[in-house]
């Protein structure tokens, strides 16, 4: 049967929303009929796909439209094409059937489908006994979507899809490309707006900015990973009882090449940061975030694809392969994870299908007053199952060992950085936004399920009840968001609020200090110094500090013994580590030149020789999260500006030893302070932040001290932390 002209003329226009019931090889009353769109040819014959003539095909319009019988069934066809002297072959995408199935449907349907990434996006596979890729996208409101790359000239007219009315997922299988093909989805609206060509929300791999294609890509190393064990022992510790201390990193700007290129490539970070991190004993690597993203100013928080690693630093392939050299280091990888919110740049998600799909219609529920962008919906399930399969695609598919998620608390709470009349209230009537919440609770479980041993960290500052409390089931009622950690904003703000007022005013606001272990235990704490204190003119952590540079020097050494001894895991971002002085830019790399002078080198081994003691030492992280882990011993010298405490691990005194923490904040010398210590004996002095080998004034304990009916006499140095370990005989007092 002929179909209507008007039909045809859609073809050539690249309009026809049901490419398939026109063009490919289709049973009829005479035999088997093939129609197919080669514009240019003159000449066509059809082709099995082991070389089988089948029938030569008629130009029936000049504009490249031909028809004919064919032998045998419906099949995969390839059409050998002439005109003049110039001969070709196409593969045609529509004799081949779909490669989703009815269980696909189910289950994205139903919002449960954990390997989205396996299905939607563009794979490279084999179909019906040919190589191609098989692209699929959801775009439910669309009239019709075109697959168009540097394979088809980037013309609409050549790739028209498949729609998958029960889900709204439109697919094609080509033959004949693969790995390395440009591509961009061309979506006309349900208005018939054609839509900004828009980038694979799925993609594996970008364009390097500010080319915004997407990159037909395998995600990561596949096969060969060697990072067994390291992932064995995660998944069989307690990670609240193992040291955990953590340097974040903006891969751009750590250090750059210096030959002309604006970055190292992940080989070459490796080569440099890995080791660097192990020398400093840090545990584990934060990065802002890896997802390709086109604003460089933006650090990665705007990211327009969640599902490929940056381009800046090269393909997929370098990014596993730095996991993995990480892994079998004995460092473990974070990375920053932005479901709070996406950029509306032209070819992201916004108005992907030509409606509000991944975002909300209503800008009270939709719009970001604070960054400018965009907030997914999250109580659409294909959303969730979009955001919860990239969750699971990191774990999965790079073997990264957690995620920090930025931003929660604007996430759960509708009227966050909104005045009254700018947000919609809840269905009763509150602010809480329970869609969020359970969208953080699934995202918690299927991680935890899928893999043992992975973190999730909040960045959270407001007292949202339970963030590491268990999420509860998908039917049952509960606050607990299932998080592994929570970032310990008040322990921040409160600390470095204290550290920048003068010295002789530090008495008056001591609760700054002790305030925070009001609630220490409530949840399980990281200790953060992040990107965030040390830019848009915060100035660094060093500068940050009170008083003249010998004190700005000592303070950041005190303030970071008083951290590394306070409960709670370790995260720093870098260049703090040697006390940079300039505020962080991601435009140029660390100061490193700042280490050819004596007070950075001690900042730099005082930070190392923290980390080693913190590992080495099971009382300074073996109970980080429980209260029965820390104790005050001077909580109350106001006039002095000392505190003092004890932290503790299961076990006797003699089997695990307590370590006693000292700080002294005023540039005032005690030669002798009476402390209080929980076990008369001897204490050796652990580590002394004002010694000489850290560019201190080398005041201290002669190596220890003597604790006799429950106390003893120390030198305290001037802005310093000092920590004490047992070694006595047990006797507690």
Known sequence: MKPPARAIEALF????????????????????????????????????LDGTLLGTLERTDPRGLFEGKVLGDPQPVTYRCRAGVHAWQVCD??????????????????????????????HVIDHQGARGVHFAVWAPNAQLVSVVGDFNGWDHRFHPMRRRADIGVWEIFIPGIGTGNAYKYRITGPDGTIQPLKADPYAFFSELRPATASIVAQPGKRDDWNDAPHRAHWAKVDPRRVPITIYEVHAGSWRKPGDGREFFTWDELADRLIPYCLDMGFTHIEFLPVS?????????????????PSARFGGPDGFARFIDGAHQAGLGV????????????????????????????????????????????????EVESFLVNNALFWAEEYHVDGLRVDAVASMLHRDYSRPAGQWLPNAQGGRENWEAVAFLQGMNRAVHAAQDGFLTMAEESTTWPGVCLPAPAPDAQGTGLGFGFKWNMGFMNDTLKYMSRDAAHRRYHHDDITFGLMYAFTENFVLPLSHDEVVHGKGSLLHKM??????????????????????????????????????????RELDWDMLQYAPHQGIQAWVRDLNRTYRET???????????????????????????????APGSPDSVPPVVVVSNMTPTLHDHYRLPLPHNGKWRELLNSDSALYGGS??????????????????????ATVMFIFEGTGERV
């Open 93 to 122: 995408p529509y004799t081949f059937g779909p490669v989703l199935g009815p269980m696909d449907d189910f289950l994205i349907a139903k919002g449960a489908h954990f390997r989205l990434f396996d299905k939607l996006g563009a």
């Open 292 to 308: 390709e993203h086109p604003y460089d100013p933006s650090w990665g928080y705007q990211t327009t694809g969640l599902y490929a």
């Open 618 to 648: 099971a009382a300074l992280h073996a109970r980080d999260c429980e209260v029965e882990g820390f104790e005050w011993l001077v909580v109350d010298d106001m006039a002095a500006s000392v505190f003092a405490w004890v932290r503790r």
């Open 334 to 381: 974070l990375i920053d994870w932005v479901p709070a919110h996406f950029p509306t740049d032209a070819h992201g998600l916004a108005r992907f299908d030509g409606t509000h799909l991944y975002e909300h219609q209503d800008p009270r529920l939709g719009f970001h007053p604070d960054w400018n962008t965009a907030i997914y919906n999250f109580g659409r399930r």
């Open 546 to 587: 009170s008083g003249d540079d010998w004190q700005k020097f000592a303070s950041l050494r005190a303030y970071y013994g008083l951290m590394w001894g306070y409960p709670g895991k370790k995260l720093l971002f870098m260049g703090q580590e040697f006390a940079q002085r300039r505020e962080w830019s991601e435009a």
């Open 13 to 48: 226009e690249g309009t026809q929303a049901d490419p398939f019931a026109l063009l490919g090889l289709h049973r009829g009353p005479g035999g088997t009929f093939a129609r197919a769109f080669l514009p240019g040819a003159e000449l066509a014959e059809a082709h099995a």
């Open 698 to 719: 080398g005041q201290g304990n002669l190596g220890g001290i003597t604790a006799i009916d429950g106390a003893a006499l120390v030198v305290l140095p001037p802005l």
